[in-house]
């Protein structure tokens, strides 16, 4: 009888998926009926796994204009922030809003030889692999910078103000 149920199984899954179920038999088992189940769960997991993706996308694009431009900006416009772009404040929650300048650097793929030999000219040659350690030609560039040297015009560079969130701890 095992048998015969595992044949009659295997020979389900051999047919072509996109052909509808003919036979009764099989329409009627309470294992087509676990089946369909599954099938709808899936489906309704589907959509809304793509929901929380789309909501998950909105909100992320939200905090980032919080983060990076509207709490920075306001903050400015309100005279919180010194003039090396320091500033804070404390939340009702306890919580703290502080903003932090970030430097970032990158190679312009298109004049990657080039910068590459700029890095070998300044004896920077050793951070070279493959490709660029983005965080080492941060620190490197940004350390360089504090000593007054400009970076190449073939290395994107800029400063990047955000708000950062501090929770308050939880007792």
């Known amino acids: 009888m095992a048998g015969e149920e595992t044949m009659d199984f295997m020979s389900m899954l051999e047919a072509d998926v996109n052909e509808p179920v003919t036979s009764v038999s099989a329409a009627q088992s309470p294992s087509f009926e676990i089946l369909q189940q599954y099938a709808l769960e899936l489906e309704q997991l589907k959509e809304e796994e ?11 694009g ?3 204009e919080l983060r990076l431009k509207l709490i ?13 772009g320091r500033g ?12 932090r300048t970030d430097f970032y650097a990158g190679i312009d793929k298109a004049r990657e030889e080039e910068a590459f030999g700029w890095l070998r000219e300044n004896g920077l040659g050793e951070i070279i ?43």
């Open 88 to 99: 804070n404040f404390t939340l009702p929650s306890g919580g703290r809003i502080s903003l």
């Open 50 to 60: 793509d929901d929380m993706k789309a909501r998950l996308k909105m909100v992320t």
């Open 62 to 64: 939200r905090v980032s």
């Open 72 to 84: 920075p900006d306001l903050m400015q416009s309100l005279n919180m922030v010194d003039a090396a």
């Open 129 to 171: 692999r493959l490709t660029v350690n983005a965080q080492t030609l941060k620190a490197v560039l940004r350390e360089r910078l504090e000593q007054g040297q400009e970076p190449p015009d073939m290395v994107k560079t800029y400063f990047e103000t955000s708000a950062v969130l501090t929770r308050p701890k939880v007792a």
